[in-house]
C-alpha cells in the first residue's frame, strides 16, 4: 500500500522547536513534489509548506513564512519541516503528501491523489 509515514510531533512550548519527519512506504519521494499540511483541532486540514523535486524550490504558507523550513534529503527518502519560534496555534496533527507542481512551483495546500493519508505525527505547543 502506499503510504506516507510523519513522524517526529510531541509536546513542547511556544518558542520551541520541532522537526518532522516524512517518510515513504511503498514508493521513493524523489520524483515528487512534497508538502505538509496540519489539521488543529475542530478546523480542516490546511497547507503548511511544500517543496519541489530537483530544484528544491520551496513554498510557505504566510502563517509560518520565517519559522518553518522544509527541506529533503533524497538519498534518505525523507522530506523534513525543521518547525522554530512554534506557538500555541501551530498545534495539530500534521501530515505529508504528493504535491503538484504548476509553472515549475509547488502548491501549498494542495495535494496530489496518490497513495492515502498517513497517521500524521501530533504537534502540541503549550506552556
Known amino acids: 500500500q502506499l503510504q506516507f509515514v510523519e513522524s517526529g510531533g510531541g509536546l513542547v512550548q511556544p518558542g520551541g522547536s520541532l522537526r518532522l519527519s516524512c517518510a515513504a512506504s511503498?514508493?521513493?519521494?524523489?520524483?515528487?513534489?512534497i508538502g505538509w499540511f496540519r489539521q488543529a483541532p475542530g478546523k480542516e486540514r490546511e497547507g503548511v509548506s511544500c517543496?519541489?523535486?530537483?530544484?528544491?524550490?520551496?513554498s510557505y504558507a504566510d502563517s509560518v513564512k520565517g519559522r518553518f523550513t522544509i527541506s529533503r534529503d533524497n538519498a534518505e527518502n525523507t522530506v523534513y519541516l525543521q518547525m522554530n519560534s512554534l506557538k500555541s496555534e501551530d498545534t495539530g496533527v500534521y501530515y505529508c503528501?504528493?504535491?503538484?507542481?504548476?509553472?515549475?512551483?509547488?502548491?501549498?495546500?494542495?495535494?496530489?491523489?496518490?497513495?492515502?493519508w498517513g497517521q500524521g505525527t501530533q504537534v502540541t505547543v503549550s506552556s
Open positions: 503528501a504528493i504535491a503538484p507542481i504548476v509553472q515549475h512551483m509547488c502548491i501549498v495546500g494542495a495535494r496530489v491523489d496518490f497513495g492515502s
Open positions: 517543496i519541489g523535486t530537483s530544484d528544491r524550490t520551496t
Open positions: 511503498g514508493f521513493t519521494l524523489d520524483d515528487y513534489a
